[in-house]
């Protein structure tokens, strides 16, 4: 990592990670917002947050430095405000992509979503992540449609949540970083992330 942050590659050793360790706006998911909001049903909020501290203990167990995006904003009352009513912040892997050398800002496709990408802005703020570009609207492209392979090539995947717009943000901001290649793979409709068809497993 040649400036202490970013993603090489998808198969190497996990260092640091944003997180959002889901609170209260599980809550806000219910019979009437679950299309909104994207859930098969609402939330046993409990038990989704014992399976999420899982996660991160594991994560820590392994070495890795967990940041917390409610952590690093906990003086910024309107971002927590903001997050207490978005149930799906915790999915923070859609909201970014972090290069070499700074953040590029995705574009959610769903409503629900949209605007959450901000509140990863402000946390990249606080740790001297520079923002490099954004994926605004009429542009959509979310980072489970994006993945990387080696240590100089982006792959994204043209698919029902992106758009050619959000597409070649990304690329163009992936070439000023210094990514030698921009794989763009068009998925079958009905696939809403490369990364539920394709991951890396090892080099």
Not at 60 to 71: F, I, P, S
Request: aromatic content about 8%; charged content about 25%.
């Amino acid at each position: 990592m040649k400036n202490g942050f970013g993603v090489s590659n998808a198969y190497g050793t996990l260092r640091r990670v944003l997180m959002h360790r889901p609170g209260a706006e599980l809550d806000f998911v219910s019979d009437r917002t679950i299309e909104e909001f994207h859930f098969a049903r609402p939330v046993n909020r409990a038990r989704f947050q014992a399976d999420y501290d899982a996660m991160l203990d594991r994560f820590r167990a392994a070495g890795v430095d967990v940041l917390l995006v409610g952590d690093l904003l906990s003086s910024d009352a309107d971002a927590l405000g903001y997050m207490s009513r978005r149930p799906n912040m915790t999915y923070t892997r859609d909201l970014a992509v972090v290069l070499q050398t700074g953040a590029v800002l995705m574009g959610p496709w769903q409503k629900g979503r949209q605007g959450d990408q901000e509140m990863m802005a402000r946390a990249f703020r606080r740790l001297g992540i520079p923002i490099l570009a954004a994926v605004d609207a009429p542009g959509y492209l979310e980072g489970g449609g994006v993945t990387m392979i080696g240590d100089d090539t982006v792959v994204a995947s043209l698919c029902d949540r992106a758009t050619p717009l959000g597409l070649k943000t990304l690329r163009d901001a992936s070439f000023a970083a210094g990514s030698k290649y921009f794989l763009e793979v068009p998925l079958p409709k009905g696939h809403i992330h490369i990364d539920g068809i394709f991951m890396v497993l090892d080099e």
